[in-house]
């Protein structure tokens, strides 16, 4: 299986939390082995979670996927 970057940007948020098939799995971490971009947009999604996941007081509020997205795109955009 052969991902591009925008198949990794859908995915991303689902690898980090380890919902990904294992097939898909492989395939993300072969794609990010040799590609800065998404390398670099899994390291800024992952500190979104963890800073999310670190306030207990804190519920995933209702569109926070779309908010994640829209972080997301905006962290592509600055990597140019
Ligand atoms: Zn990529």
Redesign the pocket.
């Known amino acids: 299986m052969v991902?591009?970057?925008k198949h990794?940007?859908d995915q991303i948020s689902n690898y980090i939390e380890g919902e990904v098939p294992l097939e898909m799995r492989a395939a993300i971490e072969a794609?990010?082995a040799?590609?800065r971009?998404?390398?670099a947009?899994l390291d800024s999604t992952r500190n979104i979670l963890i800073l999310i996941a670190d306030d207990r007081t804190f519920e995933l509020p209702v569109g926070y996927s779309a908010r994640l997205h829209a972080r997301v795109q905006q962290e592509l955009a600055a990597a140019g």
């Open positions: 991902l591009d970057c990794v940007w794609h990010l040799h590609c971009h998404c390398a947009v």
